[in-house]
């Protein structure tokens, strides 16, 4: 019964905070200047999260602090295991998401996804990647920050799968930085998303009895400098992100 509660408290509010912070972003987002946009949305995108992740009862603790924008833009490349994943990124480092077409269409979430400028794509038709990555390559040489996911899918567990080459083609010449990053969760959280609508994923996630703990380690960043391979830089940020991952992991065991 408890159980049951929980769930339905935290599905309201998932729901109600979304539906009340959609038309305040918009709002403001339209008497921002064209100088501030960006930053408006930054900062109402780590808000929505921040406030999401609470209501879940997740906690984000992170090893290290994200490194100073250089005022380049920016490729945050993570491993996906969850779709908390897309509040972990957002929470700590704003910019924009990159996500499969069907999201747009999902209750609630898909408004939100558009609201915020999120980028598309349909992984499996040709022409709605290449818009994908005109569109990132454009974002990435405004000076903006784009979190993708290029194993393409969730996964359970801690290993890397191939990274999609695909994904990088959109940060080559564009004097972007890539930075690395792990993400882990507590064993035993149950937060991955495999092999269940979001729906259900979501309604678990509600009914979780203890808070779900997970660690974000942050790497080096990665030069795309002019002349940079897609394949190349795919190969280098999964390493990366495989040793961000590895510590994140590890942390768990030698932080309380």
């Given at each position: 019964?408890?159980?049951?509660?929980?769930q339905a408290?935290?599905?309201?509010g998932?729901?109600?905070?979304?539906?009340?912070?959609?038309?305040?972003?918009?709002?403001?987002?339209?008497?921002?200047?064209d100088?501030d946009?960006?930053e408006?949305?930054d900062?109402?995108?780590k808000r929505?999260?921040g406030?999401l992740?609470?209501?879940?009862?997740?906690?984000?603790e992170?090893?290290?602090?994200p490194?100073?924008?250089?005022g380049?833009?920016?490729?945050?490349?993570s491993?996906?295991?969850s779709?908390?994943d897309?509040?972990?990124?957002?929470?700590?480092?704003?910019?924009r998401?990159?996500?499969k077409?069907?999201?747009?269409t999902?209750?609630?979430?898909g408004?939100?996804?558009r609201?915020?400028?999120?980028?598309f794509?349909?992984?499996?038709d040709a022409k709605?990647?290449?818009s994908?990555i005109?569109?990132?390559?454009?974002?990435?040489?405004?000076?903006q920050?784009?979190?993708?996911?290029p194993?393409?899918?969730?996964?359970?567990?801690?290993?890397?799968?191939?990274?999609q080459?695909?994904?990088?083609?959109?940060?080559?010449?564009t004097?972007a930085?890539?930075?690395?990053?792990g993400?882990?969760?507590?064993?035993?959280?149950?937060?991955?998303?495999?092999?269940?609508t979001f729906m259900?994923?979501?309604g678990?996630?509600?009914?979780?009895?203890r808070?779900?703990?997970?660690r974000?380690s942050?790497?080096?960043?990665?030069?795309?400098?002019?002349?940079?391979?897609?394949?190349?830089?795919?190969?280098?940020?999964?390493a990366a992100?495989?040793?961000e991952v590895?510590?994140?992991r590890a942390?768990?065991?030698?932080?309380?």
């Open positions: 019964m408890i159980s049951r509660v929980r408290t935290r599905a309201v998932f729901v109600g905070f979304t539906g009340v912070m959609i038309p305040l972003y918009v709002g403001r987002d339209r008497i921002a200047s100088h946009r960006d408006v949305r900062r109402w995108v929505w999260a406030g992740l609470s209501l879940f009862d997740v906690r984000i992170p090893i290290d602090a490194p100073a924008r250089s380049k833009g920016r490729l945050i490349v491993n996906h295991r779709a908390i897309i509040g972990v990124l957002l929470k700590t480092f704003g910019g998401m990159v996500s077409a069907d999201l747009s999902w209750p609630i979430i408004a939100a996804a609201s915020v400028g999120t980028v794509v349909d992984r499996g709605s990647g290449a994908a005109r569109e990132i390559r454009d974002l990435l040489r405004a000076g920050s784009v979190n993708i996911f194993e393409g899918t969730t996964f359970e567990g801690d290993e890397v799968r191939p990274f080459a695909g994904s990088f083609l959109s940060a080559t010449n004097g930085e890539i930075l690395p990053v993400i882990a969760y507590e064993e035993g959280s149950e937060a991955a998303f495999v092999g269940e259900q994923h979501l678990r996630m509600a009914a979780a009895k808070a779900t703990r997970v974000i942050i790497g080096e960043p990665i030069s795309t400098e002019k002349g940079a391979k897609a394949s190349n830089l795919a190969k280098l940020t999964h992100v495989e040793r590895a510590r994140a942390s768990f065991v030698v932080r309380p």
